[in-house]
Nanobody, 112 residues
């Protein structure tokens, strides 16, 4: 059974940092790309970062470029999203996605 479990969401002040994790079970992540998405209230879900398999090429949405970093640890079957210089507009539920499977999401709230 394939499962994606996100963790690491929290309430953080503007300018702060968080590191999200997405741990995959049920298959080996090595050969697959994985994306992080987010969905804010009243808005469509948007993809914020992608990391490929193999050469681990990364791609970012313009809104997070230079602030967020996606990485992977294949030995742990886990992908991370390091988020720095957080802004109120980063508030959303963050989801990971691979091969059409989704996690349950983790809430990130940026507020003073």
């Amino acid at each position: 059974q394939v499962q994606l479990v996100e963790s690491g969401g929290d309430l953080v002040q503007p300018g702060g940092s968080l590191k999200l994790s997405c741990t995959v079970s049920g298959f080996t992540l090595n050969n697959y790309a994985l994306s992080w998405y987010r969905q804010a209230p009243g808005k469509e879900r948007e993809r914020v970062a992608v990391i490929s398999s193999g050469f681990r090429t990364t791609t970012y949405a313009d809104s997070v470029k230079g602030r967020f970093t996606i990485s992977r640890d294949n030995a742990k079957n886990t992908v991370y999203l390091q988020m720095n210089s957080l802004k109120s507009e980063d508030t959303a539920v963050y989801y990971c996605n691979t091969m059409g499977f989704w996690g349950q999401g983790t809430q990130v709230t940026v507020s003073s």
